[in-house]
C-alpha cells in the first residue's frame, strides 16, 4: 500500500496519468489538462454526522475547512414544516455552511416522490440526490419537468440491487429528461468492482454529483479507510474530473469511525486537497 507522500511523488511525475492514458485515448478524450484548475468544489456527504448535532456537525465542518453540504434528513426531517426547514437551513448558513443539496432521499411510493420534491423546493436546493424505485422514473420524470430540479441517482453498490453502479443508473436514466443524472460513490464504484474514473468519463454528460472516499478491497467486503490508505486511484479520479471540467462537487462521505470521524475527515480532506494542488 503506498503512502501519502508515494501517491503525491507519483501523481507530481505523471507516472499515475501515463497509466491511465490507454482509458483516455479509448474514450477519443484527447483533449489537454490545466492542471492549475479544478472546476469543482469540496463538500461533505451529511451521512458522515449521523452520530452528531447539528452544532457539532457545523463545528467539524469549519474545522477542516469545508464549506459545502449534502444534507441528511436525520439533520432536517422529511415531514418538517417550511418554519423548521428554514431554522434548519438558516442555522448553517449563520455557521458557514452551504447546503448545496438534499440526499441521499429513498423514494418508494408516488407520495414520497411528491413529498421529496416539496421538501427540496422548501429547503432552497436545486437537486436531490436520491433513490427512486426503477417503476418510478416515469413519474420523477413529471416531477423534474415541473419542478425543474436535477435528480442525481446515487449507485449503491453490491450491497442493493437497486442502482448497484453507474451503468445501471445509465440504463434506467438515457432515455429520460437530462436532469435525471447521477452521483456517483466511488467507495461502492469500487466495491462493485468497476473503475471509477472509467465510469466519470463514460457518463460524463450526466454526472451532477460525487460521493468520494477510500476503501481497502475491491469487493463487497470493503470499508471505508482514511483518503490515500485504500486502493482508489485518488490522482486518476482528479485527472479525470480535470479532463471532463466536472463542476460539482466532491463530497466527502466518511463511513468509520462515526462516533469520532474528525481525524479521518482531516486526513483524507488533507489529502484530497493536496492531489488536488498537484500540477
Sequence with gaps: MKSRRQFLKLAGTGVLAAGASSLYASSDLRFSV??????????????????FTIEKTIEMM???GVPNLSLKDFHMPMNSTQEQINAVIEKFKAGGIHVYTVGVVYMKT?????????????????????????????????????????????????????YPN???????????????????????TTRDGQDPSVDIL??????????????????KEGLTVEMGRGIINIPKVIDTLRRIKYSGSCSLEFEKDM???????AESIGYLKGVMACK
Excluded at 133 to 146: G, M, Q, S, W
Design 202 to 219: 463514460r457518463y460524463r454528460s450526466r454526472i451532477y454529483d460525487m460521493h468520494i472516499k477510500d476503501v481497502d478491497k475491491a469487493t
Design 110 to 162: 408516488q407520495e414520497s416522490v411528491d413529498q421529496a420534491f416539496e421538501y427540496a423546493k422548501m429547503a432552497g436546493v436545486k437537486m436531490i440526490v436520491g433513490a427512486p424505485d426503477y417503476a418510478l422514473l416515469p413519474y420523477v420524470e413529471k416531477k423534474i419537468r415541473t419542478y425543474d430540479f436535477k435528480l442525481a441517482i446515487h449507485n449503491h453498490g453490491p450491497d442493493n440491487p437497486l
Design 259 to 265: 462516533t469520532d470521524p474528525l481525524p479521518g475527515i
Design 62 to 64: 469549519k474545522r477542516v
Design 166 to 188: 453507474a451503468t445501471d443508473i445509465w440504463n434506467h436514466i438515457k432515455d429520460l429528461d437530462a436532469r435525471i443524472g447521477i452521483c456517483i460513490d466511488i467507495g461502492h
Design 34 to 51: 490545466d492542471k492549475t484548475v479544478n472546476t469543482f468544489s469540496i463538500g461533505m456527504a451529511g451521512y458522515t454526522f449521523k452520530e
